[in-house]
């Protein structure tokens, strides 16, 4: 089964591969534009809405500073009020279907490969 666009991995260039690791060593985030074909994407993402009963999830606040608000700065003080929130899922490997095209993703040699190269 073909996750990834063909062009996603055999050609990318020596150029893209600095600029992608220099990209995951300043912000540890790594973005593929177009990278896997849209009808894959689509099921990978109804696989995971079927699924998401079993997820993990949990959800944190934090400031600003994402440190404690009682501090004798006042700039910083105002600052820390602003709260945000955010919400995490995780569904278990285990809990992904052997033959899904997300564990064939993970799976495939050519990824783990640029992966590797990458970080």
């Not at 300043?26 to 109804?46: K, N």
Request: charged share 25%; hydrophobic share 35%.
């Amino acid at each position: 089964m073909k996750t990834i666009t063909s062009d996603a991995l055999a050609s990318y260039s020596p150029d893209m591969l600095s600029v992608w690791q220099k990209q995951f060593r300043e912000t540890g985030i790594l973005i593929f534009p177009q990278f896997l074909e849209s009808a894959i994407l689509e099921e990978i993402q109804d696989e995971s809405r079927e699924i998401s009963s079993e997820a993990y999830t949990s959800s944190t606040g934090y400031n600003l500073f994402v440190d404690d608000a009682n501090d004798n700065n006042p700039a910083k003080k105002r600052l820390s009020q602003i709260q945000f929130d955010t919400k995490k899922s995780c569904i278990c490997y285990d809990s992904i279907s052997p033959d899904s095209p997300l564990k064939n993703l993970y799976h495939n040699p050519e990824f783990q490969g640029l992966m590797c190269k990458i970080i």
